[in-house]
């Protein structure tokens, strides 16, 4: 069965980095876009950002552009978030999570998310 | 980028009611919606994918309609473990932005 499983998460300090992992499992992990959604405590989905199958291209977010990256290694069926100069507005539960792959031409079929991780606990505070 | 709008924002309701969850795009997006409960603690679930077509394995309680700009998400009767917020999606375009959800509750 699909599983996702996000790590990486915990307490940093404004302006400093962390990279958060998913690793994959229960299906082919190089065919499918992969996403990043978070949710800041009692709030609601914010999607964050998505990589192609491939890795050839990716999307962001404008509240995260430039100072995120997403990134995946097929080899190992992984996905990261590189997050630098975090801010506490970026506390959150991020998940991780696997596009349907079923979406329109004009996003090259991306769909929105069929699988999601249970997700990592980021906070950033001084 | 497009913008989700959803209404209510919360709702009481008795087992065995009828809840109807209204979402709106700020363009047309044909029929590129999703909508996903997600119950407290727990990650989303994808329920209904192209505003209309229920995902495997979920129960036929739950039903989609819209086209276009105006959507309608229906639970026929509500169950005590449908107890959740309710978020509708769009993927006609990046970003893939989220509606601000639906609390579901039991009266």
């Known amino acids: 069965q699909v599983q996702l499983v996000e790590s990486g998460g915990g307490v940093v300090q404004p302006r400093r980095s962390l990279r958060l992992s998913c690793a994959a499992s229960?299906?082919?992990?190089?065919?499918?876009?992969m996403h990043w959604v978070r949710q800041a405590p009692g709030k609601g989905l914010e999607w964050v950002a998505v990589?192609?199958?491939?890795?050839?291209?990716?999307y962001y977010a404008d509240s995260v552009k430039g100072r995120f990256t997403v990134s995946r290694d097929n080899s190992k069926n992984t996905l990261y978030l590189q997050m630098n100069s975090l801010r506490a507005e970026d506390t959150a539960v991020y998940f991780c999570a696997r596009d349907a792959m079923r979406g329109p031409p004009n996003t090259e079929g991306m769909a929105g998310s069929d699988y999601w991780g249970l997700g990592t606990l980021v906070t950033v505070s001084s | 980028d497009i913008q989700m709008t959803q209404s209510p924002s919360s709702l009481s309701a008795s087992a065995g009611d009828r809840v109807t969850i209204t979402c709106q795009a700020s363009q047309d997006i044909n029929n590129h919606l999703n909508w996903y409960q997600q119950k407290p603690g727990k990650a989303p679930k994808l329920l209904i994918y192209?505003?209309?077509n229920l995902e495997t394995g979920v129960p036929s309680r739950f039903s989609g309609s819209g086209s276009g700009t105006d959507f309608t998400f229906t639970i026929s009767s509500l169950q005590p473990e449908e107890i959740a917020t309710y978020y509708c999606?769009?993927?006609?375009?990046?970003?893939?932005?989220f509606g601000p959800g639906t609390k579901v509750d039991i009266k």
């Open positions: 229960g299906f082919t992990f190089s065919l499918y876009g």
């Open positions: 990589t192609w199958y491939d890795g050839s291209k990716e």
């Open positions: 999606q769009q993927y006609h375009d990046l970003p893939f932005t």
């Open positions: 192209d505003a209309s």
